[in-house]
């Protein structure tokens, strides 16, 4: 899965935005477990529906991975969901 991080925050772009399933899931439950290489952390997620957020954090995707990339893996190219995980 592709993030970006700020600080104490991981930020995650659901591909088909919100209709993609794991999104739905995190409307349901905002409980969720990290986990890589043997260890996990478990943490909540927060919707981040803000127009403007998911366009600086797509922003920061672009930054990170490079536009073209992003739209291979991002089909659309204005998602309008993104999710915020906490890292404390």
Do not use: C
């Amino acid at each position: 899965m592709w993030f970006v991080r700020q600080a104490a925050r991981l930020y995650l772009l659901p591909g088909a935005g919100s209709d993609s399933q794991w999104y739905k899931n995190v409307l349901r439950t905002r409980a969720i477990r990290l986990a890589s290489g043997g260890a996990h952390y478990d943490t909540t997620a927060r919707p981040v529906i803000d127009p403007g957020a998911v366009a600086r954090i797509v922003q920061d995707f672009r930054a990170k991975y490079g536009a073209r990339e992003l739209a291979a893996y991002y089909p659309n190219p204005n998602p309008d969901v993104a999710v915020e995980v906490a890292l404390e």
